[in-house]
């Protein structure tokens, strides 16, 4: 049973809309078991699966700021809400862009307004400032967006505290109920979110999506 939460579902829109993007020989860094997006990318030649857990039983048993893999070798990277849990941030950074071909494709997000997780290694929060100057020694055509408003940041921090606080899944019943809530919240916060344009709206947002190409 999974409770609905804005987020999760703005980060598998996001992945899905710009999946094509990614081809050849794909890493998922951080991807855990790899299931969660692995079926928005049946068009890949290779989807391989980078996490330091072995619990997970991923392909590979590294973390990101240290990938066991030849120079150049990749063609795309899925890197999702992973970097805030790496210390090395610019180590992991300079790795990535060290096994992807020159032109190959990174496809990340990160989060900005949220609670502490994955405790405790819950290391950074970014800006698209910060990201941008990250990036830019090793990427080019760097595209950054907001994940959400205002309205959606305030929507899914109050769901994830109230998950949280309830402790909803372990009461199935009760979780289920919530969800549907959550999703109807969810659907009013997009709207005011879209509809406002403003730039204080724009100072607010869940997280970031990131697309950017391996310079040449």
Request: hydrophobic residues 40%; contains cysteine; positive net charge.
């Amino acid at each position: 049973m999974r409770v609905f939460q804005p987020d999760r579902y703005l980060l598998s829109k996001f992945v899905e809309k710009n999946a094509t993007l990614l081809t050849g020989h794909l890493l998922d860094v951080g991807g855990q078991d790899g299931k969660r997006y692995r079926g928005n990318f049946a068009h890949v030649e290779k989807y391989t699966v980078l996490d330091p857990e072995q619990e997970y039983e991923p392909d590979i048993v590294a973390g990101a700021e240290d990938i066991p893999l030849e120079d150049a070798s990749i063609d795309s990277i899925l890197c999702t809400e992973v970097l805030m849990d790496v210390f090395e941030l610019q180590k992991a950074i300079s790795e990535m862009s060290r096994v992807l071909k020159p032109g190959g494709v990174l496809l990340a997000t990160v989060s900005f307004m949220g609670p502490l997780c994955d405790e405790p290694y819950h290391y950074w929060r970014f800006t698209p400032y910060s990201l941008q100057k990250l990036l830019e020694p090793y990427f080019e055509n760097i595209r950054i967006e907001n994940r959400g408003g205002y309205r959606l940041q305030k929507a899914q921090n109050q769901i994830r505290y109230r998950i949280n606080r309830l402790d909803l899944y372990k009461r199935p019943l009760l979780g289920r109920v919530f969800s549907a809530l959550s999703f109807i919240r969810f659907k009013i916060a997009l709207r005011g979110d879209w509809n406002d344009r403003s730039a204080a709206n724009r100072g607010y947002a869940i997280g970031y999506n990131v697309i950017a190409k391996r310079k040449g």
